[in-house]
Nanobody, 123 residues
């Protein structure tokens, strides 16, 4: 299983940026996908998650109302649309996949991880 994240970059505060994560290989029949981020000197933290149907999402309070996670099952790709970016959103963003029914916010429950993509927001 491979997860390939892309879309990071350098933007200014208030700008928007979209991340993509392509999932290849055999994963779980019904899986949960999540986005996590890690800033320098900080622990990896939950950002957003989506269930296998794409109908249910969950967001960290710090990004709620600004970030939107979605998925395209036909393309086996999940997305994270980030609007109204703030300097505190600066981090390395990683996507992950785990079995259905896990605690979405618990990074230890995810089984497969992609490499990170850097998002830097300047003030």
């Amino acid at each position: 299983v491979q997860l390939q994240a892309s879309g990071g970059g350098l933007v200014q505060a208030g700008d928007s940026l979209g991340l993509s994560c392509a999932v290849s290989g055999r994963t779980f029949s019904y899986y949960t996908a999540g986005w996590f981020r890690q800033a320098p000197g900080k622990e990896r933290e939950f950002v957003a998650a989506i269930n296998w149907s794409g109908l249910n999402t969950n967001y960290a309070d710090s990004v709620k109302g600004r970030f939107t996670m979605s998925k395209d099952s036909a393309k086996s790709t999940v997305y994270l649309q980030m609007n109204s970016l703030k300097p505190e959103d600066t981090a390395d963003y990683s996507c992950a996949v785990g079995p259905s029914g896990i605690d979405w916010r618990d990074k230890t429950r995810y089984v497969y991880w992609g490499q990170g993509t850097q998002v830097t927001v300047s003030s």
